[in-house]
């Protein structure tokens, strides 16, 4: 067994007294008088990179130091996880947590110099474990701990939109190895979240438009312009080739959209059996995916939000994941600005609200979407008051 800095024990998420301050400074001196660290654990493990490790020792916040360094080195576990949903602000609140000097995000597995996501546990790898420590020791990964007080008092997390997308398989390694992690999950209203979703793979340039009379009128989603001819065949497009296709230009027209989700346009009804459509319409089916989430966790380990209440007044949904996770308020309201569009954004960061936007969703392919959706919204009743979800996302329940 691993040689323990502190005394071995499965986290328990601290219950204790949420500090105010008005000064982010203010806020490591008040955990270090108070010698506790943040995020429920009053004693935080430390491994040793040296020793043998069993994914029993494992939790959320583990940490690992490098025994190979000269100096102290440690990485950590994620404390807690922004698990999604996708295109429904999960930057934008990561980036408010990050103001935080107690809070560290993580940076990806494969570039350690992105800051964007560890996706730790969205892909079943063999040897995770191994690979996950790894990666904890690697002195390249980051957030990377350089003393054992910043151990005490400060914690990581990792946002990585495509946990809520995690199948069960996943979700049982992923609670396997952090069975304390706590969870925030965004939601937004799934019609626009889908447009959004759309207007980003058009920005990445893997929306393909027909151009050749054999596939006029066709919009399909390649990553790469062969993919393209692979679900044309599909589609029964014998013949195609990748010149019958062009790459569409950001931002996207509705016109497209409507043909994307319509397949080959001859029944009144959304086609989920195309790729691009399933893909972009299921990951707005959020009950099923809470459900999931839930299956193996309990509920108090879960926030939920709605991106719309958090665009409308991020500080009072900040202090209530603040509350959440225990950790202590910052003072946010000197540090916001309002953005071009109207929103409210941090003065020190890019918001993705400021960038160029895309035109309207048109109202008789939103009806469809709403109609669409209609039943999954109704699964959040069990989350959110029923004129909550009305206010927020304008949908008849
Ligand atoms: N403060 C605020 N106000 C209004 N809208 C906001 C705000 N913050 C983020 N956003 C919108 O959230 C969308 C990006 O979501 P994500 O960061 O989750 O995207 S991603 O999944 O990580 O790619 C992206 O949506 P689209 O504009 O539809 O692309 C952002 O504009």
Redesign the pocket.
Known sequence: RAVLDFEFKAPEWFEGEVWESQDPADIRDVLLLNNVSTIGMKQRPLLRSSQNISPDQLDAGVCMSDDSSSSFKAACLPSFLIIG????????LAAWLEQSPLLRRYTNFANPNWHG?AHYFDYIRPGLIPLLFKRIDDVRARPKYESKDQLRTTHSFD?T?NYLLATEAQLEMMHRLLPSVRMIA?L?NPT?RA??QY??ECRQGFVLIGKSPAVKGRVVFARRPDWALHTAQRLGLANVSKEDFETATFPCSNDHFLAMLMGNGTGPDIDLSRSLAFRIISTGYYREQLDRVLALYPRKQLHVLL?EA??HN?IAEMEKIEDFLGVPRMPYANMTRI?D?G???LKNVR???D?L??EKLSPSTREKLDRLYRPHNQGLLDFFDKEQLRKAWHISL
């Not at 949903?85 to 934008?92: D, R």
Request: glycine share 6%; charged share 25%; net charge positive.
């Open positions: 949903a996708m295109k429904a602000g999960t930057g934008e996501e946002k939109p965004t937004r626009d447009f959004s207007q980003q991106h958090f665009m991020p953005t569009s929103f409210i954004a918001s993705k609200a960038k936007r895309y």
